[in-house]
């Protein structure tokens, strides 16, 4: 159901899915993409990997897929992906190599690698790239990874943490032997360290440079990223690229000496700016429709048809593992799904000890809007929660409100957000919008500002149009070419 699901993390509710995807090979190097249906990953990894290293891909790759919100499909982008990868393997001297690279159906701008040959790059990061060697720049980086081991010396790593496992489970009751949030806990503890962030940059340039694109747009699209994440301050940014690659003015500078230093000032290499806007052309940005939507104070899911409302003073925010809304006086919400049977009670799961700290004596059930729901109260030494868990069509969703101390007020507003819950009608779901990218040509007497104003209906969008374009305001822009604009389709 898209990215509501279970879990726990150390602090709050995190995703657990279960999805599978497979592969379909675009070019004849042995690169291929990751799309939905039944057929398995590659059984060929990179030269230099031991039969290891495939267990671990092959392990973690559904986890993945399940938590960036499934395999987003978009023919063109995932040629265009294709092509990028078959060109650099051949530049890191492994044409016989075989990857597979997935793009995650997620609003998110990440790109990772997992040991086996594993790359996964977030619509998210294509939306943000403005052409054909920016995103090469960081495959080359993920390559990078895979062929000096990082991946696998930071699996190694995570053997050592198993200190999140007692806290997870000391904490808030969770299975950290089991868990998914508690695996994606521990890998993000393990990140790449500084040294291996800026050896695969190094490398990556390289790579991008034999290939034949333009080496210096590493450095150009680290700050972009940098602006992005600026721009998203608040909204759940620290999970992305930057969090685990991190940009700093001195790592651009880096990347523009080793640039220089191997294939001199710019102007050398490949951008295709026009090929790559033509690709990612329609592109979703943001949330994914099918994976909720956010109206204001309302979420809405088309799929699982219900939405709710949370109180004013909230902000919503769409993120991969829950609907979170934080409000500014300290108090919080998270909804998520569970699987649990359905011969369990609500009550009888509620007491089931995935909350610590639970008052047992609190739970009480009661029918909203025809749906069955059972409540109650836990506290720890910092916070105290408001639980509750409602069954529609077979599937269990969980409410958790969270803050500093109970009020009347923080409890009117937990029983006026379980009181919205009921079912989507065809009003609601006609609020639904889909925003994606779109790509329009300047004409002449066209400025930066003018092209900016296409997105002032979006919120903060004349700011976020100059982001993904890598503009300022009052910047030129020349007629005939092609700029991104994020609008409603």
């Given at each position: 159901m898209g990215p509501i699901k279970t879990g726990l993390r150390i602090g709050m509710l995190a995703v657990s899915l279960l999805?599978?995807?497979?592969?379909?090979?675009?070019?004849?190097?042995?690169?291929?993409?990751?799309?939905?249906?039944?057929?398995?990953?590659?059984?060929?990894?990179?030269?230099?990997?031991?039969?290891?290293?495939?267990?671990?891909?092959?392990?973690?790759?559904?986890?993945?897929?399940?938590?960036?919100?499934?395999?987003?499909?978009?023919?063109?982008?995932?040629?265009?992906?294709?092509?990028?990868?078959?060109?650099?393997?051949?530049?890191?001297?492994?044409?016989?190599?075989?990857?597979?690279?997935?793009i995650l159906d997620s609003a998110e701008v990440n790109a990772f690698a997992l040991p086996g040959g594993y790359i996964y790059v977030t619509r998210g990061i294509l939306a943000l790239a403005s052409d054909t060697s920016e995103l090469a720049a960081v495959l080359a980086h993920e390559i990078a990874h895979v062929t000096l081991r990082h991946a696998r010396a930071r699996t190694d790593r995570t053997r050592t943490t198993e200190i999140v496992d007692r806290v997870i489970s000391g904490v808030f009751g969770g299975n950290g032997a089991s868990d998914q949030a508690a695996n994606l806990t521990r890998q993000s503890m393990a990140a790449f360290s500084q040294n291996q962030e800026l050896e695969a940059d190094r490398e990556g340039i390289k790579f991008a440079g034999k290939a034949g694109y333009d080496p210096h747009a590493a450095a150009r699209f680290l700050g972009v990223m940098s602006r992005f994440a600026k721009f998203s301050a608040g909204e759940d940014s620290g999970d992305g690229f930057l969090s685990s690659h991190p940009s700093t003015p001195n790592r651009i500078q880096k990347a523009v000496e080793t640039a220089r230093t191997m294939f001199g000032a710019p102007g050398f290499g490949e951008t295709d700016r026009d090929g790559y806007l033509a690709s990612v052309s329609g592109l979703t940005f943001g949330d994914s429709p099918s994976q909720g939507s956010i109206?204001?104070?309302?979420?809405?899911?088309?799929?699982?048809?219900?939405?709710?409302?949370?109180?004013?003073?909230?902000?919503?925010?769409?993120?991969?593992?829950?609907?979170?809304?934080?409000?500014?006086?300290?108090?919080?919400?998270?909804?998520?799904?569970?699987?649990?049977?359905?011969?369990?009670?609500?009550?009888?799961?509620?007491?089931?000890?995935?909350?610590?700290?639970?008052?047992?004596?609190?739970?009480?059930?009661?029918?909203?809007?025809?749906?069955?729901?059972?409540?109650?109260?836990?506290?720890?030494?910092?916070?105290?929660?408001?639980?509750?868990?409602?069954?529609?069509?077979?599937?269990?969703?969980r409410f958790i409100f969270a803050a500093k101390a109970d009020s009347a007020r923080f409890e009117q507003g937990a029983e006026a957000t379980l009181k919205s819950f009921r079912r989507t009608d065809a009003s609601d779901l006609a609020q639904i919008r889909k925003v994606g990218v779109r790509v329009v040509t300047a004409k002449p007497g066209d400025t930066a500002d003018s092209l900016a104003q296409q997105m002032a209906g979006l919120s903060r969008g004349s700011e976020l149009f100059y982001i993904i374009n890598n503009l300022f305001p009052g910047d030129p822009v020349q007629a005939g070419k092609k700029y991104k604009v994020v609008a409603l389709q």
């Open positions: 999805a599978l995807s497979a592969c379909s090979t675009f070019t004849g190097t042995g690169v291929s993409v990751s799309q939905t249906g039944d057929r398995p990953a590659p059984t060929v990894v990179p030269e230099g990997t031991d039969p290891e290293d495939v267990v671990i891909g092959r392990r973690e790759h559904p986890r993945i897929i399940a938590a960036y919100g499934g395999v987003y499909s978009d023919r063109p982008a995932e040629i265009m992906v294709a092509r990028i990868v078959g060109r650099l393997l051949a530049a890191a001297n492994q044409p016989n190599a075989q990857f597979q690279v997935t109206v204001g104070r309302r979420f809405l899911h088309p799929a699982n048809k219900f939405t709710f409302s949370v109180p004013q003073g909230y902000t919503l925010q769409n993120s991969q593992s829950a609907v979170v809304g934080v409000a500014g006086d300290g108090e919080a919400v998270r909804f998520d799904s569970a699987d649990v049977s359905p011969s369990l009670g609500l009550a009888a799961y509620l007491r089931s000890g995935w909350i610590a700290g639970l008052k047992t004596d609190s739970v009480t059930t009661q029918t909203v809007n025809g749906i069955e729901m059972a409540s109650g109260v836990a506290q720890t030494d910092q916070w105290f929660f408001r639980v509750s868990v409602m069954r529609l069509d077979g599937q269990v969703y």
